[in-house]
């Protein structure tokens, strides 16, 4: 199935989004700071429905299906990120890398909201919006604490 631009964005962003979902998994399987252990799982779950609910609407609304993930490119981000952590700090490895991955989330949503979307996944693009930036804004202040 051939997607317009607006359909690409959105199946673009859900897919970065199932990935940030795998990384916070991962993440939390990594850190030995409760309290960042903490909000990243509370992020982690809400996102998690956040997805969900967008997922769900683009399908019903706009039939778009989800991508398969690139496990290639996932397993090479996955390595990547051990083997700097063999040479840094691993907290410090994990908390700039989410931050970039909260970054590059940001700029995904921000280019699907230009696009006319129907009103409730306009909606969700907001709501998203606002995790991700308020996500960001925990991060920063978790780097800035270390």
């Known amino acids: ?7 690409a964005a959105l199946s673009e962003l859900i897919e970065a989004l199932h990935e940030s979902l795998d990384d916070y998994q991962d993440n939390l399987q990594r850190l030995h700071h409760s309290e960042i252990a903490q909000e990243f799982n509370g992020a982690m779950n809400h996102r998690g429905q956040l997805v969900e609910r967008l997922e769900q609407d683009a399908h019903q609304q706009l039939n778009l299906r989800p991508r398969a993930a690139d496990t290639d490119r996932e397993d090479f981000h996955h390595i990547w ?51 991700l930036f308020d996500q960001l804004e925990q991060i920063k202040q978790f780097q800035h604490n270390e």
């Open 1 to 7: 199935m051939l997607l317009n631009e607006a359909q």
């Open 81 to 131: 990120s051990k083997i700097k952590s063999l040479v840094m700090d691993e907290q410090h490895i994990l908390l700039q890398e989410r931050a970039e991955q909260e970054r590059q989330l940001l700029a995904f949503t921000a280019r699907c909201q230009s696009y006319d979307y129907p009103e409730s996944i306009r909606q969700q693009l907001d709501q998203l919006h606002d995790h």
